[in-house]
């Protein structure tokens, strides 16, 4: 019993077990999204919100193809939904949150020959023009 409680008090098993709390939670959300706005839309524009009555039969066997064309689609909006409107703004959310400062410059330009030069350097290497004390020098 020792040994099942510390699995099932790990962090691992823990975490999984919120994630899958939220994701039912999240599932059902972007559900209702896709039932109650998008079907409608489409609905609207293509005139047929519902294939379920679609079916074809060979010796008597009936297939009942629209349920199939029906879960594709809701599939697909899901999927589109999902993208679109969480998985797109999170991700910029996390772009912008791990944007860093630019790096304080290592070089500088010659002003006689242009070359890049150290920040610190006091002569150019290239053209061995003098340089005034850059500010890091002190």
Same mark, same amino acid.
């Given at each position: 019993?020792?040994?099942?409680?510390? +699995? $099932?008090?790990?962090?691992?098993?823990?975490? !999984?077990?919120? =994630?899958? &709390?939220?994701?039912?939670?999240?599932?059902? /959300?972007?559900?209702?999204?896709?039932?109650?706005?998008?079907?409608?839309?489409?609905?609207?524009?293509?005139?047929?919100?519902?294939?379920?009555?679609?079916?074809?039969?060979?010796?008597?066997?009936?297939?009942?193809?629209?349920? +199939? $064309?029906?879960?594709?689609?809701?599939?697909? !909006?899901?999927? =589109?939904? &999902?993208?679109?409107?969480?998985?797109v703004? /999170?991700?910029?959310?996390?772009?912008?949150?791990?944007?860093?400062?630019?790096?304080?410059p290592t070089?500088?330009?010659?002003?006689?020959?242009?070359?890049?030069?150290?920040?610190?350097?006091?002569?150019?290497?290239?053209?061995?023009?003098?340089?005034?004390?850059?500010?890091?020098?002190?």
């Amino acid at each position: 019993m020792k040994g099942f409680k510390q +699995f $099932v008090l790990r962090g691992n098993v823990v975490d !999984l077990a919120v =994630a899958v &709390v939220i994701g039912a939670a999240f599932g059902t /959300v972007v559900s209702a999204l896709v039932k109650d706005l998008l079907t409608p839309l489409i609905a609207a524009i293509g005139g047929r919100p519902d294939f379920s009555a679609y079916s074809f039969t060979v010796n008597h066997s009936v297939f009942a193809y629209g349920d +199939f $064309v029906n879960a594709v689609i809701a599939f697909v !909006l899901i999927a =589109a939904a &999902v993208y679109y409107f969480f998985v797109v703004p /999170v991700n910029r959310l996390i772009s912008l949150s791990r944007r860093q400062p630019p790096a304080d410059p290592t070089t500088k330009k010659c002003p006689e020959c242009l070359s890049e030069i150290p920040i610190d350097a006091r002569r150019c290497a290239f053209c061995t023009s003098a340089l005034a004390a850059s500010p890091t020098q002190g």
